[in-house]
């Protein structure tokens, strides 16, 4: 089941990619436009400072845990897997839109800025996009195996109901108090990588290229 899951994410990730790089080759005066005015604001930020690192700190770590409760609630609903699905081929897109544009005004080293844009704080974004869909995703495959595991009637017997009540509730709450801990210090971890690590990076790289 991982595995089909994981090949179907590569997959439509890569499509992805490839509509958004034909997307932006098509619109690619509108694109590269865009692309020109983010960059010009983005370089004047780094160059001039004009911003305080607690604040994008701050602003950061309320926008990520946003999304990430909202990620998590959308993965435990009933439409979990087609919306992980779906944000995987738009995550996609953008990423082909942005990789054109900046290999559009940079040439081969736009391939560098645009990892730029997304690493080292990518890692463990990703490793939290991970985390988040083994518990959404895990969540309902647990509850299957466990009305499987009832039987066809529906019954267990009085001591292996008791142990699958006590085994159940410590595992449970032992695995979610990991997961609540681990998924919290990637979170911290990666708004303090984009905060304090980031910005230089990508300015030297900005500059470099241009």
Known sequence: MRQRIGKMLFILFTSGIAVGILAAFFLRGYFLDEFDTMQEGLLKSL???????????????????????????????????????????????????????????????????????????GICYFLLLCLLIKQGLGNRGGARKAGTAMGNNGKMEGSAKRKMRCGGKKSFFAGGLIRILLGTMLLLLGCFVETCFNPPLLQWILHLAG
């Not at 990423?95 to 690493?119: D, N, P």
């Open 47 to 121: 160059d001039e400072k004009l911003y305080s690192r607690v604040g994008l700190f701050m602003f950061l770590f309320w926008q990520r845990i946003k999304q990430t409760f909202f990620f998590l609630f959308m993965l435990m609903t009933g439409i979990g897997l087609p919306f992980l699905y779906t944000m995987t081929v738009f995550a996609g897109t953008a990423g082909g839109c942005y990789l054109f544009a900046c290999c559009c005004r940079y040439g081969i080293s736009g391939t560098i800025v645009f990892l730029a844009g997304f690493l080292p704080q």
